[in-house]
């Protein structure tokens, strides 16, 4: 078995928009602009060649934008900009929601022609954003290498450190492996026309680290001898999960980079942020990850949700607000039964409102039902009639609840896999009354307060993270090797930019980021 491994990290070049600008058929070499109310939420790079960034203004946008610039909003739900082939940007006001669907279909479409390409291979791609999946190759890539099969020209490629010994058997099947990232790349852009990039390394920190060191439309490979020269500089706090509290308390101990905190003993930061923390940072100053590329854990639970920073009566929210939020939720409970083969069994409807008790502070709360059955549209309308009753009944019969109210949520979970097909399972789709036990007291426990709920689960993401890691760090050792990884990746940044622009995305795919 070889001992390091071959892993890539694909991510697509300004995937909105990417996504924007094949849907309004303009060329490759289009500046369009995707904006989210009044601020840019994906800009293509020759947008970014006029200065024009993520998070910018409108204003400002269009003190930068030529007239050659199309800017475009992104989708959104009952409004009318519902469907924005504008090349105007509205100054939209905040009375539509925002729709992912344009984009989710677009990376499922991404992801199907990677997976065609892979196939072949017999490789797993663990999706790890809407835009972005990491793949482990090493198998395919040692085939390849041992097969002697030949390395062409590949699109874009950049050797980190300019030079790969290709006497080393770890660094011949890192080239074996950007032929494959070549080949994905080539992929996608001939069946999507999106352009996407690469990185090549022994593990998925590197390999994250590399795709975003050669955008658009290139691919990085990161040998083990550049590693330690690629991150020595790189502050440490931007190193995955050193960002905050816990790089703080590193950075107080008097080092800034990963270099300087390279000098630090093991012993020293044990000492300073714990055990379990200190081997954490040890490692990951050093470029150590070994966790390993898995498929995605599915999703628990789907949300729709609005929040309304100046409370909303009852009426709006029923005849505007809960039909979007019904139809969002059912199409994406259909997409997930489609994809993934299982059914939301619960819908819970969860609210925020002023305590009307008189006290000041906010309450929330969730009530769950039985998710409707059917197709998009006859599910959308279900989950309008048995929700709005839900949000109607709790409202007038609990005291410390009533409208208006400051958030609506709704949300599929409860999730039965139709795959691991067997009596009870049938038994459900074919009763539906028929409720079992076990499953009242699933449903009931499932999301007392969605809002907690979802706060939860972003901390629960991160910490199984970092327990696998923590648990990881064992073989490594006894490998005996140092691994290095970076880990600073100039995604980070670009997060921060971004500001405010939370998508419901990060629910979906556990990433961490601002609520919405
Ligand atoms: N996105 C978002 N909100 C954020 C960050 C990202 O909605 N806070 C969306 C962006 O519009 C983007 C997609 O998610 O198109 C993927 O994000 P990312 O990979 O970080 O950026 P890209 O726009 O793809 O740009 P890059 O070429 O740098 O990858
Ligand atoms: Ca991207
Ligand atoms: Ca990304």
Not at 103 to 119: I, K
Not at 133 to 152: M, S
Not at 290 to 295: A, C, L, M, N
Not at 306 to 323: G, I, Q
Request: with cysteine; charged share 30%.
């Amino acid at each position: 078995m070889p001992p390091f491994s071959t892993i890539l990290h694909l991510d697509l070049d300004c995937f909105y928009a990417q996504v924007e600008r094949e849907r309004l058929r303009l060329p490759s070499s289009a500046a369009l602009v995707v904006i989210q109310w009044s601020m840019a939420l994906a800009v293509t790079y020759p947008a970014r060649a006029l200065g024009i960034k993520r998070g910018m203004h409108l204003d400002e946008i269009r003190r930068r934008a030529d007239p050659s610039v199309t800017i475009v909003h992104v989708e959104t739900i009952g409004g009318s900009h519902s469907d924005t082939t504008a090349t105007i940007a509205p100054d939209a006001p905040n009375t539509q929601k925002v729709s992912l669907a344009r984009y989710r279909t677009a990376s499922a479409r991404v992801f199907e022609a990677m997976n065609a390409v892979l196939a072949r291979c017999g490789a797993v791609l663990e999706r790890a954003s809407i835009d972005e999946a990491y793949i482990d190759v090493t198998l395919e890539a040692d085939r390849r290498a041992r097969g002697g099969r030949e390395l062409t020209e590949m699109k874009g490629m950049v050797i980190v450190g300019d030079k790969v010994d290709m006497g080393n058997a770890s660094d011949l099947r890192l080239m074996h492996g950007a032929a494959i990232a070549a080949e994905l790349r080539q992929r996608v852009l001939r069946d999507c026309r999106y352009t996407v990039s690469a990185g090549v390394s022994v593990n998925k920190l590197l390999a994250k680290f590399a795709s975003a060191r050669n955008k658009p439309d290139g691919q990085t490979v990161v040998p083990m001898v550049a590693v330690e020269a690629l991150i020595s500089d790189v502050p440490l706090r931007k190193l995955r999960g050193l960002g905050g509290k816990l790089g703080r308390e590193v950075e107080e101990m008097g080092v800034i980079t990963a270099g300087e905190a390279r000098k630090l003993s093991l012993e020293e930061l044990e000492r300073r942020v714990g055990n379990k923390f200190g081997r954490f940072v040890y490692d990951s100053v050093r470029g150590v990850d070994d966790s390993e590329v898995r498929e995605r854990d599915k999703t628990k639970s789907l949300l729709a949700a609005k929040s309304f920073p100046k409370a909303m009566t009852l009426e709006p929210v029923e005849r505007k607000w809960f039909p979007i939020l019904a139809e969002e939720l059912a199409e994406r409970v259909g997409v997930e039964s489609e994809l993934h083969n299982r059914e939301a069994r619960t819908l819970v409807v969860s609210f925020r409102v002023r305590h009307t008790g008189g006290a000041r502070e906010m309450v929330s709360g969730s009530r769950s039902a039985e998710m409707p059955l059917g197709g998009v549209e006859g599910r959308a309308e279900a989950i309008l009639r048995v929700g709005m009753a839900v949000l109607r009944k709790v409202m007038k019969e609990e005291k410390q609840y009533g409208f208006p109210i400051n958030f609506v949520g709704l949300t599929g979970t409860n999730f039965l896999d139709r795959a691991n097909a067997n009596e009870s399972i049938s038994r459900y789709f074919t009763a539906g009354e028929g409720k079992r036990e076990d499953e009242e007291k699933e449903g009931g426990k499932l999301v007392r307060d969605s809002l907690e709920e979802h706060q939860r689960r972003l901390q629960e993401s991160k910490d199984r993270e970092m327990a696998l890691r923590l648990h990881r760090e064992e073989s490594l050792r006894s490998l005996g090797k140092v691994i290095q990884k970076p880990g600073a990746k100039q995604g980070g940044k670009k997060k921060r930019d971004a500001g405010g622009l939370a998508t419901l995305d990060r629910f979906v795919f556990g990433k961490k980021g601002n609520k919405s």
